[in-house]
């Protein structure tokens, strides 16, 4: 995983020194700028290029349930880009979801949140994308199998799915959370991962932001819930969380390092003060905690054996673990998401947090995939699930049969 944050973060650097094209007069700097600064805290290039290949040029497969949808290019080519796109264009697409053609975009691109990007955001993330240097590069817009390849099924999905909407300040709560809500809601599409999805692949607005499973990862409740959200976390525990990929409490690994790396950490300390407190005061909700498993149930017991010959010497018997080195399991939200795709994945493959300069050798979570069965695995994070105050839901051995197959074939 450290692997992964740091070809990411290689991957990151020709955003920072993108230069500043000539051709845009002066008094579009500021706004230019602005477009710029936006478009991070839209994660938009994340998606718009190939790793490894131009920033922008498009080209990346975005996994949806019904097949890949291929990101078209984004710079100015006249041809294979968007050079031939207005402003308006660009609101409209970003606005509703509809290309200058008519034509329907699916919601792997999450206009169903950019739709609350304003007008002149919208324009000044445009104004951005025209300073790109031009890249002729044709991708494939027509990957998906019939029936879902008929864009104009999209018109029935809007219809039952979506509302084209401005972002509406609430005069009830402070300046700061409002902001924090325009990016969490809009801009930063958090939702599009962090809210359960219906049959059709559309965000359940009743559960927003109460987790979701995507790409084998369990995104986690992020609201202010305290089993399984944020509840224990403070505002600074988030900002740092965002900002650096890590905190005393958790890394982000996977589809999280990927928006820590192109966006949050790009974003200004106020705006990732005001996410926080956006996600810290909107509220709790989530599913209600499930019975603990008895002490003497089967798999409990088995789960106890494992844990004290395998974990224990590093997460201690009290599952408090070792500050600064072993993180705590006990309150762990992670350990007790209603999925429990991460801690099988943490289980199986093991986990290595970003090095950083503070700490350049961060220990690192063996992998027990080799050593452990599909029932001890899924004994022992029934254990951990249902241990010292945690509760959730027991984990049959398919499930860690499942993933471990999941994971090899992914394997990096
Ligand atoms: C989660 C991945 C993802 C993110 C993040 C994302 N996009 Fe996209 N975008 C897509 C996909 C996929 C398509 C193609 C959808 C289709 O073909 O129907 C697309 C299409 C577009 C289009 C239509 C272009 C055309 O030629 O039809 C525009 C414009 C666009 N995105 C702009 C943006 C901007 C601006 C941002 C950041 C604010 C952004 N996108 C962020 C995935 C993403
Ligand atoms: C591409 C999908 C995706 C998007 C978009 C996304 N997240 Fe995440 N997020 C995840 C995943 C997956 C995890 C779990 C990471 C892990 O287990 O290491 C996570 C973890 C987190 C956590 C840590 C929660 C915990 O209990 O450990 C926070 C906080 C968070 N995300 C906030 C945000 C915010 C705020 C946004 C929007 C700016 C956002 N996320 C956008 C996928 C996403
Ligand atoms: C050699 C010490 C060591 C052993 C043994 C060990 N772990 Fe870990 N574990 C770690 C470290 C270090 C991390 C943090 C890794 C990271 O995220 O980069 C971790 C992280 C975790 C996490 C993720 C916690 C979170 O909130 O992100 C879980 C769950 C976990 N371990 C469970 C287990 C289980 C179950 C066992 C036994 C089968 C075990 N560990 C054995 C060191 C260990």
């Known amino acids: 995983m450290r692997r992964l944050f740091l070809v990411l973060a290689a991957a990151l650097l020709p955003i920072a020194a993108l230069p500043f094209t000539a051709g845009a ?29 131009t920033q922008w040029a498009g080209g990346r497969g975005i996994q949806t349930p019904f097949g890949d949808i291929v990101t078209p290019n984004l710079t100015p080519d006249e041809e294979t880009g968007i050079g031939h796109w207005s402003a308006d264009d660009f609101y409209r697409a970003m606005h509703t ?19 609350k990007v304003t007008r002149a955001d919208s324009d000044a993330i445009y104004a951005f994308l025209r300073t790109l240097p031009a890249v002729h590069n044709a991708v494939d817009r027509d990957t998906l199998p019939f029936p879902f390849k008929v864009r104009a099924l999209m018109l029935g999905w809007n219809e039952m799915f ?24 809009g801009l930063g599409h958090c939702g599009a991962c962090h809210t359960p999805m219906n049959w059709a692949g ?60 192109y966006s949050t950490s790009g974003m200004s300390d106020a705006d990732l003060h005001a996410i926080a407190t956006y996600l810290k005061q909107r509220g709790a909700a989530g599913p209600a905690a499930p019975s603990p498993r008895p002490a003497d149930d089967a798999q409990m017991q088995s789960g106890a054996v494992v844990y004290t ?22 309150g762990d939200q992670v350990v007790q998401q209603t999925d429990p795709t991460t801690v099988l994945r943490i289980v199986l493959q093991g986990a290595q ?14 992998a027990f995939s080799w050593r452990l069965s599909d029932q ?35 394997a990096e």
């Open 309 to 330: 010959d395998n974990c224990s010497a590093c997460h201690k018997r009290d599952g408090t673990g070792v500050e600064a080195m072993f993180p705590p399991l006990r």
């Open 25 to 53: 007069a002066p008094d579009d700097y500021t706004q230019v700028e602005r477009g710029r600064y936006l478009a991070i805290g839209g994660d938009c290039v994340a998606c718009h290029t190939i790793p490894g290949g």
């Open 202 to 261: 559309a965000n359940d607005a009743a559960r927003y932001l109460q987790g979701n499973v995507l790409q084998a990862w369990t995104d986690p409740n992020i609201t202010d819930e305290q089993r399984i959200g944020l509840g224990s976390w403070s505002v600074d525990d988030i900002v740092e969380y965002l900002k650096t990929g890590r905190n005393a409490r958790a890394q982000a690994s996977g589809p999280m390092a990927e928006v820590v790396v």
């Open 97 to 115: 979801g509809v290309m200058p053609s008519g034509a329907h975009l699916y919601p792997a691109f999450p206009y169903t949140y950019y739709t």
């Open 353 to 366: 947090g970003a090095a950083t300069d503070a700490a350049p050798t961060a220990p690192a979570m063996p």
């Open 376 to 410: 001890q695995v899924a004994d022992v994070v029934t254990y951990i699930r249902n241990s010292w105050g945690n509760t959730a839901q027991a984990v049959p051995a398919s499930d860690a049969a499942r993933l471990r197959k999941r994971v090899a074939d992914t």
């Open 162 to 185: 979506f509302r084209a909407g401005t972002f509406e300040a609430d005069p009830q709560r402070s300046a700061e959370y409002n902001r924090g809500a325009y990016l969490v809601e």
